[in-house]
C-alpha cells in the first residue's frame, strides 16, 4: 500500500458573475481546430476579459458559462450552458485577460423527427465573430484544478474530445512551472483530424523528457483484438511508461470529455491493482466480478481523493 500524498486544492473565487448578473465581453479569436476533411467543426474561441471581474481568475479546469441569446420553445430565455477554460489561469495572454475555450458543434438528426438538430449554444458560439460580445458568467467548479504546489505531482490527464480543452490549460501551467514531473496526455478522437492542438502536445513530446502525448484513434487504428482503441486502453498498451507512474504515490488522474468514460478507466485500474484512485460506496475490490455491467460499475465505484473526473 502506498504512503497517501497530501494535497490541497487552491482556493477559488466562483461566480463572481452569474445569471443573472452576467458581463459582456468580447471574442477575440474564434478559429477551426480540427484539420483537413474532419467530420467534426470544433473552435478555439478566445475572450478578452479585460477591466472584468475575471482577469486572472479562471483556472485551467474551471468552466464559464455562456448565455446564448433568444428564448426556448416554452418561450423562456436559453439555459446557461458550460466551456471548459482551454486556457492556464495567466489566460493566452500571460496576464489572465484573454481566455479561450473549446466549442464542438452539435449536429446531429434529431433523434425522434430524424430533421436536423442544431445545439442551441454550442453553433451559436461556434457562429460568433471577433468583435462581437457575449455575454458570460463564472468562473465556475472548484474541484476540477490543479493542486497547490502542482510541479511536486505527476499527472495522468484522460481527454476525449474537447474534454482537452482543461488540460491544454493545465499542461501550459505545469510547463511554466518548469516541472520536472511527469505529465501525460492520454487523448482520444475518432479522427486523426480531430487531434485537437496537436501541434503544441507534439511539440512538448519531442521537446520534453518528462512529456508523453499518446492517441487512441478510435476510427483509424485498431487493437490486436480486433476492437477500436479508447484511452483506457493505453494504460495496458503503452504499459511500460504509464504503469511506473500510476505506481508513484504523488500520482493524479484527471478525466475530461465524454459522459461515462471514467467507468472504463475504473475497470481498466482494478484489472491493474491499481485501487488507489477509486473508493468502493460498498463493499471492496475483492467484490468485483466478471459480469460486472458498466451500469453495477457507475453506481458501485467513484473516484477516490488522487481522481478528478468531469465529463458531460
Ligand atoms: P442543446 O441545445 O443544449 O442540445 C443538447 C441537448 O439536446 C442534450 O440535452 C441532449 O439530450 C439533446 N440532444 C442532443 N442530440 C440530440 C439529437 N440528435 N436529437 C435530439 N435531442 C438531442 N462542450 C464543449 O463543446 N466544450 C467544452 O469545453 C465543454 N465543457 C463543459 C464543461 C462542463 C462542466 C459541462 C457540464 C459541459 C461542458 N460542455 C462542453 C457541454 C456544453 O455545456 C453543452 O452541453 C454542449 O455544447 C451542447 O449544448 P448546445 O446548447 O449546443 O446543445
Ligand atoms: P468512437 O466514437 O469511435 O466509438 P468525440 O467527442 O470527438 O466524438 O470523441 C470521443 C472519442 O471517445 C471517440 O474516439 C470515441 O470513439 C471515444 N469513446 C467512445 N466511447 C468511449 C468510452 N466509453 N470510453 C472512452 N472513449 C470512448
Not at 241 to 266: A, D, R, S
Request: aromatic letters at 10%; glycine letters at 8%; proline letters at 5%.
Amino acid at each position: 500500500m502506498q504512503d497517501t500524498i497530501l494535497f490541497s486544492l487552491p482556493e477559488t473565487e466562483l461566480n463572481i458573475y452569474s445569471k443573472k448578473n452576467p458581463v459582456e465581453v468580447p471574442v477575440i479569436e474564434n478559429k477551426i481546430v480540427t484539420t483537413g476533411r474532419s467530420p467534426n467543426f470544433i473552435r478555439h474561441i478566445t475572450f478578452d476579459v479585460t477591466g472584468t471581474g475575471l482577469e486572472g481568475k479562471v483556472r485551467a479546469g474551471q468552466s464559464i458559462g455562456i448565455l446564448p441569446p433568444g428564448v426556448d420553445i416554452k418561450g423562456k430565455p436559453h439555459q446557461l450552458r458550460l466551456y471548459s477554460s482551454a486556457s492556464p489561469v495567466f489566460g493566452e495572454d500571460g496576464e489572465g485577460k484573454h481566455y479561450s475555450t473549446t466549442v464542438k458543434r452539435l449536429i446531429d438528426e434529431n433523434w425522434e423527427t430524424g430533421e436536423l438538430f442544431l445545439g442551441v449554444c454550442s453553433n451559436y458560439l461556434s457562429s460568433v465573430r471577433t468583435g462581437n460580445k457575449v455575454n458570460i458568467t463564472g468562473p465556475s467548479g472548484k474541484r476540477f484544478i490543479l493542486p497547490e504546489h502542482p510541479e511536486a505531482f505527476n499527472y495522468l490527464f484522460f481527454a476525449t474530445g474537447t474534454g482537452i480543452a482543461p488540460f491544454r490549460g493545465m499542461t501550459k501551467e505545469l510547463m511554466a512551472r518548469k516541472t520536472t514531473n511527469s505529465v501525460n496526455i492520454i487523448f482520444g478522437c475518432p479522427y486523426r483530424t480531430d487531434l485537437l492542438y496537436a501541434d503544441y502536445f507534439q511539440k512538448l513530446d519531442r521537446e520534453m523528457s518528462n512529456f508523453n502525448y499518446l492517441v487512441s484513434v478510435s476510427r483509424e487504428q485498431i487493437r490486436r483484438d480486433g476492437s477500436r482503441p479508447y484511452v483506457q486502453h493505453q494504460l495496458i498498451d503503452n504499459r511500460e511508461i504509464l504503469q511506473p507512474i500510476l505506481h508513484q504515490p504523488n500520482t493524479l488522474i484527471y478525466v475530461c470529455g465524454l459522459k461515462g468514460m471514467e467507468t472504463g478507466i475504473f475497470k481498466t485500474l482494478h484489472r491493474l491493482g491499481m485501487h488507489e484512485y477509486m473508493n468502493f460506496r460498498k463493499g471492496s475490490a475483492e467484490d468485483v466480478t466478471a459480469d460486472w455491467t458498466d451500469d453495477h460499475w457507475k453506481k458501485a465505484v467513484k473516484p477516490s481523493e488522487r481522481m478528478f473526473v468531469e465529463t458531460y
